[in-house]
């Protein structure tokens, strides 16, 4: 993450709700800039590398969708989705090509500035010391250092919470883990219950580290339990 101040790209095409976000925002610190499309949003987020960019989903031309793909084949960068569906399979649409979180409209400044702050204590969490420079198990490598996962002899490109629910598995590797611990610690307080957001997350990553995702190597559902990183016997 940036030193100084944290730089968030907020991308809506309804200026009520740029203004206001924005207001709220440099409010708390932060430093904002916007874009009201979605090929601006690309731009800027080349550009000027933000650490952070809320992205409404719903916009003419390129919508929320195109642009977090877009987004994820060059920046890891955290991803909050701005949606006013409420469906279970527009949110999970949105994780599953690479957004963080989600936050449905309408919404209070409150809730917005705490999903904010979670996504931005994860990144630097993530970020801070590793106790090893790295993992590897069989042919999965997880370089700590450069965070960068190497599998099947290619790079996986992996989203920032795919990251860190992987490094919090191989650091406990052989430990199940419950779904309410993975939860609090790859997403934060306030995702108890959220147990589809750790699944789709569990089966996107096995398709990204897995030689078969059908029949995973590594990471294993104990059923009734939860998940453990398995190291070989």
């Known amino acids: 993450m940036n030193k100084g101040k944290?730089?968030?790209?907020?991308v809506d095409d309804e200026p009520r709700y740029v203004r206001a976000?924005?207001?709220n925002l440099e409010a708390s610190g932060y430093q904002v800039l916007a874009a009201r499309d979605g090929q601006t949003a690309i731009e800027l987020a080349v550009s000027e590398e933000p650490d952070l960019i809320l992205l409404d989903i719903r916009m003419p031309g390129l919508d929320g969708y195109e642009v977090c793909w877009r987004i994820r084949e060059f920046s890891a960068v955290p991803i909050i989705m701005l949606t006013a569906?409420?469906?279970d399979a527009d949110k999970v649409k949105?994780?599953?090509?690479?957004?963080d979180d989600y936050v449905t409209k309408p919404f209070s400044a409150e809730e917005l500035l705490a999903r904010v702050r979670a996504v931005l204590r994860r990144v630097e969490l993530s970020e801070q010391q590793e106790p090893h420079p790295t993992f590897q198990a069989g042919d999965l490598l997880v370089d700590f250092v450069r965070q960068r996962v190497f599998a099947c002899g290619q790079e996986a490109n992996l989203t920032p919470t795919?990251?860190?629910l992987l490094c919090e598995l191989v650091r406990q590797a052989g430990r199940v883990l419950m779904p309410e611990y993975l939860l609090e610690?790859?997403?934060?307080?306030g995702y108890e219950g959220e147990n589809r957001?750790?699944?789709q997350a569990v089966h996107r990553l096995?398709?990204?580290i897995e030689r078969n995702p059908r029949n995973p190597q590594y990471i294993q559902t104990r059923p009734g339990i939860g998940y453990v990183f398995a190291l070989a016997e």
Not at 6 to 10: F, S
Not at 94 to 99: C, E, K, N, Q, R
Not at 185 to 189: A, D, E, L, T
């Open 206 to 208: 096995r398709r990204k």
């Open 21 to 23: 976000i924005q207001i």
């Open 6 to 10: 944290v730089r968030i790209l907020v």
């Open 185 to 189: 610690k790859v997403w934060g307080m």
């Open 162 to 164: 795919e990251y860190r």
């Open 197 to 199: 957001l750790l699944w």
């Open 94 to 99: 949105g994780l599953d090509i690479g957004a």
């Open 85 to 87: 569906l409420a469906e």
